[in-house]
């Protein structure tokens, strides 16, 4: 079935950067947007950055001028950079697959995001 790994997760300072990739195999790629999650402890999972049904991004308030989402066709890999990393991004972080003709979402295991200094 529908297989997202993701990668580059880790511990980094406030104020650093960190690249987020998810490798998407077993799908049609361009039938389906990509998008990416969050969920910190205690709190709901959140949309932090995704491509609308148009191909146009859109982003969390708190992530905006910060994060930056982007995808490689060739690759089959969408990609969440992260800067100016805060505490508060700290998160498990969540790749989906949602596909364009009826919505259903396919999702990655997670990787965990830990800002601290």
């Known amino acids: 079935q529908v297989q997202l790994v993701e990668s580059g997760g880790g511990l980094v300072q406030p104020g650093g950067s960190l690249r987020l990739s998810c490798a998407a195999s077993r799908i049609i790629f361009n039938h389906y947007a990509m998008d990416w999650y969050r969920q910190a402890p205690g709190k709901q999972r959140e949309l932090v950055a995704g491509f609308t049904s148009g191909g146009s991004t859109n982003y969390a308030d708190s992530v905006k001028g910060r994060f930056t989402i982007s995808r490689d066709n060739a690759k089959n890999t969408v990609y969440l950079q992260m800067n100016s990393l805060k505490p508060e991004d700290t998160a498990v972080y969540y790749c989906?697959?949602?596909?364009?003709?009826?919505?259903?979402?396919?999702w990655g295991q997670g990787t965990q995001v830990t800002v601290s200094s």
């Open positions: 989906a697959a949602r596909y364009g003709a009826t919505g259903y979402t396919y």
